[in-house]
Nanobody, 124 residues
């Protein structure tokens, strides 16, 4: 059973930065999309950024492209999300998720495993 453990959430002022980490306890498949999704109150869960292994291909939501950077350490089954130039619209519960489905990408409905979430607050 794969478990995902997130860390790094918190509060930041607009224009500031945060770094999220997510470690998978194991990965029994040969490939993986792994990354971050978020859900703000009253809104649907949306894909933020994901990274593919092997190869390192990335996908970003249009709203975060150029501000957020996802990376991974395959030896540690860990992905990171560096969030810069944050604004109040980025405030949400951030969830780590992973799937072995090739079509997984940024689709929340195609993720196989989920973390518990970490809260991100951005003050203006």
């Amino acid at each position: 059973q794969v478990q995902l453990a997130e860390s790094g959430g918190g509060s930041v002022q607009a224009g500031g930065s945060l770094r999220l980490s997510c470690a998978a306890s194991a990965w029994p498949y040969s490939k993986r999309w792994m990354g971050w999704f978020r859900q703000a109150p009253g809104k649907e869960r949306e894909g933020v950024a994901v990274i593919y292994s092997p190869g390192g291909a990335t996908l970003y939501a249009a709203s975060v492209k150029g501000r957020f950077t996802i990376s991974q350490d395959n030896a540690k089954n860990t992905v990171y999300l560096q969030m810069n130039s944050m604004n109040p619209a980025d405030a949400a519960m951030y969830y780590c998720a992973a799937t072995d489905l090739l079509a997984g990408g940024l689709d929340p409905n195609r993720q196989r495993y989920w973390g518990q979430g970490t809260q991100v607050t951005v003050s203006s």
